[in-house]
């Protein structure tokens, strides 16, 4: 496959260049190749993207999602790499389950699928899980995802035994005892509408919490989708005295604000809890200055029946694998302070570094997974239009810039705009 006249991105910057594609692989980059190809004029040509924080809810929530529509769902919107959470049913704490989700993922051969194993048995906070075991059988890192663990102790030892096995701890930061069932952030919204909220130090503490660990054991620890301006700083503080963190946000914390939440609608419901203006700010700056290292979805989607309920009852998470890449682009390199070639950093060269996956830059030997975009489409966001399961964004309505036009994993194209996903 030779693909060409495409604006390419690399670390460099954005140059007109030529891709010839072999046997999966970037075989050559060039002003220009001889041969027929694929014509790209007008559009942008961006290392494949890398979602490092999905939840593909199967097994056991396969009513939300599953493997084959989580998939589409990321092709769709540019990924050709994912990374799904372990709090599905049963949890992923063992190799059994790692290599359910890996054959899964081939069966279904759109983009590659890597599973993240849970910290502890049962994500219980209790007793280690079989580290060493999910690391053979495929697992790229450990969370705790949807909650924290407990105990400090344990903590430490998982980050211990993870760095035995080569894997890094992805740290959910929340202190469930001072977030007391708060599900919006506490501020003058939660006033207004009367929803019980969550303060700030629910999640800084525990941020704290990790970096200390991180700190005193001089092993690296992630920290999941960043919402506030204290952790963000944080984190820039301990990155200036060498500890190991690195940190991602997500779209919707760089996007709104806790506003969205006076009309009660509960797709605005999302945990860490959307934070003020000053937090949202803080985050955009944390990805202008390297203190926050990528954009995830934390794709979270879920059954209408558990979003059409009284806000205090309904689930939390959005649904954003087919919304991030235009929300990132339009938010911080069409609109905000960001070039071409840091927004591909962020979502696409970084979360490999992190996870230490290949991929993550066009350059010559590196598999061929791309991204290609038309910048200029402007485009209304429509979860009727969703192939995911989960249509639960507060997103719907808002136009953005950046159309995905073709994905393309390994070689071969996986989603071709208008076409369906192609196995």
Known sequence: MILKHGNVVTEEGVRSLDLRIEEGKIAEIAPQIEGEGLDLTGLTVFPGLIDMHVHLREPGFERKEDMTSGCRAAVKGGFTQICCMPNTDPVVDNKVVVTY?????????????????????????????????????????????????????????????????????????????????????????????????????????????????????????????????????????????????????????????????????????????????????????????????????????????EKRVEYALAAFGISGLETSFALSYTMLAKEGPLSLSELAALMSANPASILSLQGGRIVRGAPADLTIADLNAEWTIDPGQFVSKGKNTPFKGRKVFGKIKFTIVDGEIKYREGGEAEK
Do not use: W
């Open 101 to 305: 989700l890996k054959t899964r993922a081939k069966e279904t051969g759109l983009c590659k699928v890597h599973p993240i194993g849970a910290i502890t048995k049962g994500q219980r906070g209790e007793e280690l899980a079989a580290i060493g075991a999910m690391k053979a059988a495929g697992a790229v890192a450990i969370s705790e995802d949807g909650t924290s663990v407990p105990s400090a102790k344990i903590m430490a030892q998982a980050m211990q035994y993870a760095a035995d096995f080569g894997l890094k701890c992805l740290c959910h930061c929340e202190d469930k005892a001072l977030v007391d069932g708060g599900v919006v952030h506490e501020g003058y919204y939660s006033t207004l509408t009367g929803l019980k909220g969550s303060m700030r130090a629910a999640e800084d503490i525990m941020i704290a919490r990790e970096i200390c660990l991180a700190e005193s054991l001089n092993l690296p620890v992630h920290i999941c989708h960043v919402s506030t301006y204290s952790g963000v700083q944080l984190i820039r503080e301990a990155k200036a005295r060498g500890v190991q963190v690195t940190a991602e946000t997500c779209p919707h914390y760089f996007t709104l604000t806790d506003e969205a939440i006076r009309d009660f609608d509960t797709d605005s419901k999302v945990n860490p809890p959307l934070r003020e203006e000053k937090d949202r700010v803080a985050v955009i700056e944390g990805l202008r200055d390297g203190t926050l290292d990528c954009i995830v979805t934390d794709h979270a989607p879920h059954h209408e029946d």
